[in-house]
C-alpha cells in the first residue's frame, strides 16, 4: 500500500468518526487537523496519542506513546503501521426522534387509557475522543450522526416514555393538558440521558420535547374530546338550560328522521328555548282540543288517566311491575286478576297471589262459614258464631 506524506481528514460532514485509508505511514509525515476535530493514533487495539487542530508533523515529540511501542528511533524514515482516526468535537444539532406507534399511558385525571405520542430533538457532541473510539467505533471505516441516533434511539424512547407515564401520575396531570411541562420535563430527561451517553464519551448539550399529544383519529380520543366539548358547554350555558337545550337537540333529531312534516317538526322549526318549548305546548294542546290543528298534524286522543305510581303490584307469571288496577300483565299480558279469585268474606276479586283481602283483610285459603262469613276453625263441624251445621267448605 502506498505511503502517504500528508494525512488529513477526507469524509463528509455528516461522519462523527472517520478512519484514513491506509494503515502505513513515515516518520516525518504531515498530520492535518481541521478546527474542532483531533486525530487519534490506533494500534494494536489500543487508543494512543491525540492531535488536535493543526498542522503536525510526526515525530517522538507529538506522538510519543506510539513511537515508544513501535520503538523506531527519530529520524527513522521506515514505514510503519498504525491507524489515524479523526473525530469531529463540534456540536450536532437537531437530531430528531419520536415515538415510533403511539404507546398506551393511563390518564390519571380521565381514568382512561388513551394512545400517546411523543416527539422532539436534541444535540450532543464528542467529549471523550478516545472512549467513543474504542467502545463504538472498533474496527469500522466511520461512524455518523445517524448511527449514534439509531444506536440511541431505544434508550432514548424508553426512559422517555417511563419519565412521562411517572410524571404524568405523580403531578396528576392530564395528557390533554400536559404541554404547560414540556420544558421542565426537557430538563429533567436532558439529565437522566446523560449518563447513557457519557459511557461513550458523549455529552447531551439540549434535549426537547417538542410535543406530548394523541392521534385525532383515534375512537376514543374523539369520545373524550367530545365529553370535554359537552362539559364545557353546560359550565357555559348552566345545567338547566344545557339540558334542555340537549331535549331539543334529540326532539329535532327525531322530527328530521319522522320527516318534518307533523306538528312536532313545526313547532321545532320556530326556534329553540323557552318560547319555543311554549309555543310547541300551545299547538299540541290546539290539536288535541280540535281548536285549529297544523296542517298535516296527526290527530290527538286525550290520555285516560293513570293510577298514581305508588299503587303497583307484581305480576306471579314474569314478575315484572304493572298498576293494580289493570287486569293483564302490561309486560307479558298475563292475567293479573283471576275473576274466580273471590274473598269469601266480601266478595271482592283479588290479584293472585294475595295473602290477605285487601277490602276486609280476610286471610286467603281458609275456611269461612257460608251463612254468616266468620272464619271458621281447623275441621270445625259447627260456626262458633251462628251455630249453623258446616255442609261444605269453600
Known amino acids: 500500500m502506498a505511503i502517504f506524506d500528508v494525512i488529513k481528514h ?69 514505514p510503519f503501521p498504525v491507524e489515524v482516526y479523526f473525530i469531529d468535537k463540534a456540536v450536532i444539532m437537531d437530531v430528531k426522534w419520536g415515538t415510533p406507534r403511539p404507546v398506551p ?34 474496527t469500522v ?47 429533567a430527561l436532558k439529565e437522566k440521558l446523560q449518563e447513557d451517553f457519557a459511557l461513550y464519551g458523549l455529552e447531551v448539550v439540549n434535549f426537547f420535547i417538542n410535543a406530548i399529544d394523541v392521534p385525532e383519529d383515534d375512537p376514543e380520543v374523539k369520545q373524550v374530546k367530545q365529553a370535554m366539548a359537552s362539559k364545557a358547554e353546560m359550565r357555559i350555558l348552566g345545567e338547566e338550560a344545557y339540558r334542555m337545550k340537549r331535549t331539543f337537540d334529540v326532539l329535532e333529531a327525531s322530527a328530521k328522521n319522522e320527516g318534518g312534516g307533523n306538528f312536532m317538526g313545526a313547532g321545532l322549526g ?14 299540541a294542546t290546539n290539536a288535541i282540543s280540535g281548536g285549529g290543528a297544523a296542517p ?55 290479584p293472585v297471589g294475595a295473602k290477605f283481602c285487601g277490602h276486609c283483610g280476610l286471610k286467603m285459603g281458609v275456611d269461612v262459614c257460608p251463612y254468616c262469613k266468620h272464619q271458621l276453625p281447623p275441621g270445625a263441624q259447627n260456626c262458633p258464631n251462628c251455630n249453623s251445621k258446616m255442609g261444605y267448605k269453600q
Open 10 to 78: 477526507e469524509g463528509t460532514n455528516n461522519e462523527l468518526v472517520w478512519k484514513w485509508p491506509s494503515d502505513k505511514m513515515a516518520w516525518g509525515s504531515k498530520v492535518i487537523v481541521n478546527q474542532t476535530q483531533e486525530a487519534m493514533f490506533y494500534k494494536n487495539g489500543q487508543a494512543l496519542d491525540l492531535l488536535g487542530p493543526g498542522s503536525h508533523d510526526l515525530a517522538s515529540e507529538n506522538i510519543p506513546l506510539l513511537q515508544s511501542i513501535i520503538n523506531i528511533p527519530f529520524g527513522n524514515d521506515t
Open 296 to 350: 298535516g298534524a296527526i290527530p290527538q286522543q286525550p290520555n285516560k288517566a293513570l293510577p298514581a305510581p305508588s299503587d303497583m303490584m307484581t305480576c306471579a307469571t314474569c314478575g315484572n311491575k304493572s298498576f293494580s288496577a289493570f287486569k293483564f300483565c302490561t309486560t307479558c299480558g298475563a292475567g293479573m286478576i283471576t275473576p274466580n279469585a273471590l274473598c269469601a268474606t266480601c266478595g271482592v276479586e283479588v
Open 105 to 138: 399511558i393511563l390518564d390519571p385525571i380521565l381514568n382512561i387509557f388513551l394512545p400517546i405520542r411523543a416527539n422532539g430533538q436534541f444535540g450532543f457532541r464528542v467529549k471523550d475522543s478516545r472512549k467513543l473510539v474504542v467502545q463504538l467505533v472498533g
Open 270 to 283: 320556530m326556534g329553540m328555548g323557552v318560547g319555543a318549548g311554549a309555543g310547541f305546548a300551545t299547538m
Open 141 to 187: 471505516a466511520s461512524l455518523s450522526t445517524e448511527d449514534i441516533n439509531n444506536y440511541f434511539r431505544g434508550v432514548i424512547l424508553t426512559k422517555s416514555k417511563d419519565y412521562i407515564a411517572s410524571q404524568l401520575m405523580e403531578k396528576r396531570l392530564s395528557i390533554l393538558t400536559v404541554t404547560a411541562h414540556l420544558d421542565e420535563m426537557s430538563k
